[in-house]
Antibody, heavy 124, light 108 residues
Framework: EVQLVESGGGLVQPGGSLRLSCAAS????????MNWVRQAPGKGLEWVSY????????YYADSVKGRFTISRDNAKNSLYLQMNSLRAEDTAVYYC?????????????????WGQGTLVTVSS | SYELTQPPSVSVSPGQTARITCSGD??????AYWYQQKSGQAPVLVIY???KRPSGIPERFSGSSSGTMATLTISGAQVEDEADYYC???????????FGGGTKLTVL
């Protein structure tokens, strides 16, 4: 079964840092591009970041560029999101999502599957 | 920054056809994708590459795109189709993903 499981969410103070992880199973992780998508409480979906299958190409939403870093470890079948300088507006459920079409070369792709999400709360 | 515009809400009676639109300047050159999200759940893909339906998605779900507008059509909407629907695409560079604001579909 193709599965993505996020972890690492929690409560953090404004200005703090947090590292999210996404464990992949049931498919050849190293062949697929990955994305992070978030959803603030009661709000819509927001694309956050993309990483190519090798990790050589990365893109960010303007709202997180310079503060968040996406990375992956293909040997560990894992995707990461390092979040620094966190703000209240970063409070959200963070989903990892697989780019379903291989070699899309960017976030112009459909996301399937998604993980169940991990909640990040930025508050003092 | 690039935006995709959806109506906040659409309401139909069971068995009627629901149409949800998504407008964006780059849609003539970029695919639209559609996701269904029920309360407390992760999004589920219902349409990809404008009009293709994934396996397991009922045939009543269809998609189309013309010019700067993409449309998700649910023919004969069912009560179980009540959910939030989001369109997704990228800006003209293809380097930044964008979701529409979401449309709450009510079927009653």
């Amino acid at each position: 079964e193709v599965q993505l499981v996020e972890s690492g969410g929690g409560l953090v103070q404004p200005g703090g840092s947090l590292r999210l992880s996404c464990a992949a199973s049931g498919f050849t992780f190293s062949s697929y591009e990955m994305n992070w998508v978030r959803q603030a409480p009661g709000k819509g979906l927001e694309w956050v970041s993309y990483i190519s299958s090798s990790g050589s190409t990365i893109y960010y939403a303007d709202s997180v560029k310079g503060r968040f870093t996406i990375s992956r470890d293909n040997a560990k079948n894992s995707l990461y999101l390092q979040m620094n300088s966190l703000r209240a507006e970063d409070t959200a459920v963070y989903y990892c999502a697989r780019g379903a079409r291989i070699a899309a070369a960017g976030p112009d792709n459909w996301f399937d599957p998604w993980g169940q999400g991990t909640l990040v709360t930025v508050s003092s | 920054s690039y935006e995709l515009t959806q109506p906040p809400s659409v309401s139909v009676s069971p068995g009627q056809t629901a149409r949800i639109t998504c407008s964006g300047d780059a849609l003539p050159k970029k695919y639209a994708y559609w996701y269904q999200q029920k309360s407390g759940q992760a999004p589920v893909l219902v349409i990809y590459e404008d009009s293709k339906r994934p396996s397991g998605i009922p045939e009543r779900f269809s998609g189309s795109s013309s010019g700067t507008m993409a449309t998700l059509t649910i023919s004969g909407a069912q009560v179980e189709d009540e959910a939030d629907y989001y369109c997704y695409s990228t800006d003209s560079s293809g380097n930044h993903g964008v979701f529409g604001g979401g449309t709450k579909l009510t079927v009653l």
